[in-house]
């Protein structure tokens, strides 16, 4: 029998998948579950207990909450990427992640197929066959939903024919959760006008009064919540349960999806929005001019370019390179005030702070340098432009 390595979540067309290669297509399914930080001890038990359930030949779930921070997140953070200046790239982040630990997986176990559950209106299913075609080549890409255009009753349908019964009923959201945020889909989300009602959203405000938090970083990376210091994942975790409570993260992105259409979701982020906030205001004291100027632009570049699925791109580990490099003097705490529903930024302790006394105080008195200094200097720094004036005048006057 052929091998096919199945993505599977646990949910309808990743069981009717699972069903449809063994029992259709005579495949031994083998599932394969990536935690990228969204699946409690629980849920990963669950979705084990059902994969075995229908018949599959072995079932495994990799833990990649790590890699998925070591490979991705830092560099988002690094480059206070979010997309066209809101979306922390919660869902688009999370599935390069599982693609490629479901190619490595393939490959491992010498797999003929790899099958996932993408229907054929995402970003989704750019993103597995792009990382599979590239790491696992000549392995049949197989995606039963997406290939005969299924409606979830016809896969209900097909479920009952094999004796497996699986609610018809639709959940009103659908709710997608990583370590980097969670994504919020509805009918609201579906038309260009709308919010999401207060119930759609996973985590209930339950913080009315105010707080404040302090963040440490080292080289760019959060490695302390309110001075208790932890890898970057825990204290990912620490604040997203601190700050979920305010309802702080939330909104709605709207952006271009892969295949060309506009795209509209709702998101919850408190912890990625506040430590991408955070560490830019951080860097905006210890970093300069021109080296703030180059990191907005490779790292928009490296969003956009992650976000298309375009991960395995040499140019990403250069930019990666060039990001990590930026962050040796990124080092310090950040102070900020949360409110329902928002935040506040108090400023920034660092060593490494441009902004010290000693060199002058914005606007008040300078220590560096003397009023003929600054004579000088403009007239140098303005010379060509006036030259330009000079010599344009002169023409024009023939």
Same mark, same amino acid.
């Not at 830092?74 to 809101?86: I, W």
């Not at 750019?126 to 409606?151: C, N, W, Y």
């Not at 994504?183 to 105010?210: C, F, M």
């Given at each position: 029998?052929?091998?096919?390595?199945?993505?599977?979540?646990?949910?309808?067309?990743?069981?009717?998948?699972?069903?449809?290669?063994?029992?259709?297509?005579?495949?031994?399914?083998?599932?394969?579950?990536?935690?990228? /930080?969204?699946?409690?001890?629980?849920?990963?038990?669950?979705?084990?207990? @059902? +994969?075995?359930?229908?018949?599959?030949?072995?079932?495994?779930?990799?833990?990649?909450?790590?890699?998925?921070?070591?490979?991705?997140?830092?560099?988002?953070?690094?480059?206070?990427?979010?997309?066209?200046?809101?979306?922390?790239?919660?869902?688009?982040?999370? !599935?390069?992640?599982? +693609?490629?630990?479901?190619?490595?997986?393939?490959?491992?176990?010498? +797999?003929?197929?790899?099958?996932?559950?993408?229907?054929?209106?995402?970003?989704?299913?750019? !993103?597995?066959?792009?990382?599979?075609?590239? *790491?696992?080549?000549?392995?049949?890409?197989?995606?039963?939903?997406?290939?005969?255009?299924?409606?979830?009753?016809?896969?209900?349908?097909?479920?009952?024919?094999?004796?497996?019964?699986?609610?018809?009923?639709?959940?009103?959201?659908?709710?997608?959760?990583?370590?980097?945020?969670?994504?919020?889909?509805?009918?609201?989300?579906?038309?260009?006008?709308?919010?999401?009602?207060?119930?759609?959203?996973?985590?209930?405000?339950?913080?009315?009064?105010?707080?404040?938090?302090?963040?440490?970083?080292?080289?760019?990376?959060?490695?302390?919540?309110?001075?208790?210091?932890?890898?970057?994942?825990?204290?990912?975790?620490?604040?997203? +349960? *601190?700050?979920?409570?305010?309802?702080? /993260?939330?909104?709605?992105?709207?952006?271009?999806?892969?295949?060309?259409?506009?795209?509209?979701?709702?998101?919850?982020?408190?912890?990625?929005?506040?430590?991408?906030?955070?560490?830019?205001?951080?860097?905006?004291?210890?970093?300069?001019?021109?080296?703030?100027?180059?990191?907005?632009?490779?790292?928009?570049?490296?969003?956009?370019?992650?976000?298309?699925?375009?991960?395995?791109?040499?140019?990403?580990?250069?930019?990666?390179?060039?990001?990590?490099?930026?962050?040796?003097?990124?080092?310090?705490?950040?102070?900020?005030?949360?409110?329902?529903? !928002?935040?506040?930024?108090?400023?920034?302790?660092? @060593?490494?702070?441009?902004?010290?006394?000693?060199?002058?105080?914005? /606007?008040?008195?300078?220590?560096?340098?003397?009023?003929?200094?600054?004579?000088?200097?403009?007239?140098?720094?303005?010379?060509?432009?006036?030259?330009?004036?000079?010599?344009?005048?002169?023409?024009?006057?023939?």
């Amino acid at each position: 029998m052929k091998k096919v390595v199945l993505a599977f979540s646990g949910g309808l067309d990743t069981s009717y998948c699972a069903i449809y290669l063994s029992k259709d297509l005579g495949y031994e399914v083998h599932t394969l579950t990536v935690n990228t /930080g969204g699946f409690s001890a629980e849920e990963v038990k669950e979705i084990e207990k @059902r +994969a075995l359930s229908l018949g599959v030949a072995s079932h495994k779930t990799i833990d990649e909450t790590r890699n998925y921070y070591d490979k991705v997140i830092r560099y988002l953070v690094f480059g206070n990427v979010l997309k066209n200046g809101t979306y922390p790239l919660s869902v688009s982040a999370e !599935r390069m992640s599982q +693609a490629l630990a479901a190619a490595s997986y393939a490959k491992e176990l010498n +797999a003929d197929a790899v099958a996932h559950g993408s229907t054929g209106a995402g970003n989704d299913q750019v !993103r597995f066959d792009m990382i599979i075609q590239i *790491l696992h080549p000549g392995a049949e890409i197989i995606t039963p939903i997406r290939d005969k255009k299924l409606s979830r009753e016809e896969e209900v349908a097909f479920l009952k024919t094999k004796g497996i019964h699986f609610s018809a009923e639709k959940a009103k959201y659908s709710i997608n959760k990583g370590i980097w945020g969670t994504s919020v889909g509805g009918k609201e989300t579906l038309n260009s006008l709308g919010q999401l009602p207060e119930e759609a959203w996973p985590t209930q405000v339950t913080r009315k009064d105010s707080e404040e938090v302090k963040l440490g970083f080292e080289k760019g990376e959060l490695i302390s919540v309110n001075g208790k210091q932890s890898h970057p994942v825990e204290a990912i975790h620490t604040l997203q +349960a *601190l700050a979920g409570a305010f309802g702080i /993260g939330r909104d709605i992105h709207v952006g271009d999806t892969i295949i060309g259409i506009k795209g509209r979701v709702g998101f919850e982020a408190a912890a990625p929005v506040l430590i991408v906030k955070a560490h830019h205001a951080l860097e905006k004291h210890v970093l300069t001019k021109w080296q703030l100027s180059w990191k907005d632009q490779l790292a928009q570049f490296y969003g956009n370019w992650l976000h298309e699925g375009q991960y395995l791109d040499p140019v990403m580990r250069d930019m990666e390179a060039f990001l990590t490099s930026s962050q040796q003097n990124v080092t310090g705490e950040v102070s900020i005030t949360l409110y329902p529903y !928002r935040f506040q930024i108090n400023g920034i302790t660092s @060593r490494y702070d441009l902004m010290s006394a000693k060199f002058g105080k914005y /606007g008040e008195m300078n220590l560096g340098w003397t009023g003929d200094d600054v004579k000088g200097f403009t007239k140098i720094f303005g010379n060509q432009v006036g030259i330009y004036y000079q010599v344009k005048q002169e023409a024009e006057k023939k």
